[in-house]
């Protein structure tokens, strides 16, 4: 039997690694095209421009999204946990949306959790989420608030009186007319009787009136815009005092939220109220289109939490018929 020379055993060494390099990397190309069509996962990333805003700033809000393959957005998009922003623009592009809101509350609070749903190839939905974002909001007033000079809203307006000649006249007159009105509420109030209820005109039909004639007036269109948003306040206050237990109409937005807290239906207005403190005080100037739109959304609020009318109410309506 004959042994192999030394550079016979080289010879076949060489050639037995010049095929392992041929062969290692086709039988490892399966595994690898395994791994690599591995489904990526969904996932949503939450960021803002600025994490340091005061009030009034309008800040720019982005959810970047990675779908898996075949997956995409349902024709409208609809992002939840944005409910309390006051928002002005929504724009949706590739692979991400942006969302411009303003800045509507006096103390730092946080954005989200954000989640927004999808569809896969199937046409099944899913639901993404992102982590929320504080955003702290710093004083109007400077980085030293206490010593800041504060002005009136109004100037100081004279407490004496201008009309006293006509004061006795007046007083004559006021008797006289409380002394027809006190008359004619007694005569109604005894020939009305039980049907005096129906008389009443319930919360929701006054709000839509007042809605109704505080468009009518046109002070928006004439560029009272702050007086327009006063009256608008004061009519969704009013109209929550009158089918919530507390006194909206003499608490600030802040109070009112706190008492809100546990009704899902009150959520939707709160914004409204803290949109329209910053036309009252901040000196904010919304558009037209803003305009309209805190009409509709008053109007749907009216529409979904107004009480229904009692029993003896509806016996009367029909007994008139």
């Not at 109209?239 to 008492?259: G, H, S």
């Amino acid at each position: 039997m004959r042994i192999p020379g030394r550079a016979e055993l080289k010879i076949n060494g060489l050639q037995v690694a010049v095929w392992m390099m041929i062969f290692l990397p086709l039988l490892a190309w399966p595994v690898c095209a395994k791994i690599n069509s591995k489904p990526s996962a969904p996932k949503l990333l939450m960021s803002v421009d600025r994490s340091t805003a005061k009030v009034g700033d309008f800040l720019w809000l982005s959810l970047k999204y990675n779908l898996p393959e075949g997956a995409n957005l349902p024709e409208k998009v609809d992002v939840k946990g944005i409910e309390t922003l006051t928002v002005v623009n929504q724009v949706v592009q590739d692979n991400e949306i942006r969302i411009n809101f303003q800045i509507d509350q006096l103390e730092t609070f946080d954005v989200g959790p954000v989640g927004l749903t999808y569809l896969d190839k199937d046409g099944d939905d899913h639901f993404i989420e992102a982590k929320p974002v504080t955003i702290t909001v710093e004083s109007n007033l400077g980085e030293k608030p206490e010593t800041s000079t504060l002005r009136p809203i109004q100037d100081i307006i004279s407490t004496e009186s201008r009309f006293w000649p006509y004061l006795i006249w007046g007083t004559v007159a006021i008797l006289l007319l409380g002394t027809l009105v006190f008359g004619l509420w007694w005569y109604k109030k005894r020939s009305v009787g039980k049907t005096a209820e129906k008389m009443v005109e319930p919360p929701h039909v006054r709000a839509e009136r007042e809605l109704d004639r505080l468009l009518a007036d046109r002070q928006f269109a004439d560029g009272d815009v702050k007086q327009f948003y006063f009256r608008f306040s004061e009519i969704i206050r009013q109209y929550m005092e009158a089918i919530r237990p507390f006194p909206a109409a003499e608490l600030t937005t802040e109070e009112i939220v706190r008492r809100c807290r546990n009704i899902p239906q009150d959520q939707q207005i709160v914004h409204l109220l803290r949109h329209a403190d910053l036309v009252k005080f901040a000196n904010a100037l919304p558009t037209p289109q803003r305009k309209d739109q805190d009409i509709r959304e008053t109007r749907e609020y009216i529409r979904q939490t107004h009480p229904e009318p009692s029993s003896d109410v509806q016996a009367g309506n029909e007994a008139d018929k």
